[in-house]
């Protein structure tokens, strides 16, 4: 196995007259030595199906080839898709175990075949869409590991009451535990990004509920942060009708309603739900 490099990676670049695209957040990874720390990190084994998103030039599905079962790429740039399976040829042998999917990873529905394990450097313009979507679409992803800008990482692995605590926060705890699993330098990265990076890691655990359950909390968790300084009473006052309305469904579901959204984890999102009226 041959990991790529920075000389590497700007030859391939080249070769493909490849200018990294800002609106596709092209920043690729130049660091092998953490490529290898985002497997190890990741817990991936050999008995493993590794979904990544954005593979680009290659450096991080290497690493996942050369421990995972099959590592399936979804990648969104067209020249990237064809030129990767010519990469792993080169440096690790036969792609026979990698499957690649020229598609927007915010448009996936299915697999070849049933992922285990989620390990990608996200784009930054979409990292929480993407993350919140795979979570939903493929249950068999049981655990992963991410690599997204600082400021998101602190946000999904937030806890409750703090100011980095969000929507994004409470949507990925619906599916799994989330938490930070260290920075990364801007220089592992081609062109360098202007904003520094985090890796967040996940374990799934069962959800709270179904699918229907899912569609009425998170109506209310985005009504809730949707002007985040606002008591709870106020917040929810547009879904219900009026603040009246609202207090008398906190109050009925066990929540002060003078809180904040932000000092709620996703059970209690989930016990507003289950009493609020559906015909909102």
């Not at 008995?47 to 050369?66: R, W």
């Not at 790429?73 to 990469?87: G, K, M, S």
């Amino acid at each position: 196995m041959t990991l790529l490099g920075a000389k590497q990676i700007r030859e391939l670049a080249t070769a493909l007259d490849l200018k990294p695209s800002k609106s596709l957040g092209q920043n690729f990874v130049i660091d092998s030595n953490i490529c290898t720390k985002i497997v190890r990190t990741a817990h991936v084994t050999s008995d493993d199906v590794a979904l990544e998103i954005g593979p680009g030039l290659g450096s991080l599905t290497l690493a996942l080839l050369e421990i995972a079962a099959s590592v399936v790429a979804v990648e969104i740039d067209d020249r990237l898709a064809r030129q990767l399976p010519i990469t792993v040829s080169e440096n690790f042998g036969s792609p026979e175990n990698l499957t690649v999917i020229h598609q927007d990873a915010l448009t996936l529905q299915n697999l070849p075949m049933d992922p285990t394990v989620l390990v990608a450097n996200l784009p930054y313009n979409v990292s929480v869409p993407v993350l919140l979507h795979l979570l939903e679409k493929f249950p068999t992803l049981r655990t992963g590991i991410v690599m997204v800008q600082a400021e998101v990482a602190d946000r999904l692995a937030a806890s409750p009451s703090t100011k980095e605590y969000g929507i994004p926060s409470v949507k990925a705890a619906w599916w799994a535990d989330v938490k930070g699993a260290g920075a990364v330098s801007r220089s592992v990265f081609w062109p360098a990004p202007n904003v520094d990076s985090k890796l967040v890691a996940f374990t799934r655990r069962p959800t709270p509920g179904d699918e229907i359950l899912r569609k009425k909390v998170f109506t209310i968790i985005d009504a809730a942060f949707a002007q985040r300084r606002k008591m709870l009473r106020a917040a929810l006052s547009g879904l219900y009708g009026s603040s009246a309305a609202a207090e008398a469904i906190l109050i009925k579901a066990g929540i002060d309603p003078t809180l904040r959204g932000e000092a709620l984890e996703i059970s209690s999102f989930c016990a507003i739900a289950s009493v609020a009226p559906d015909n909102y």
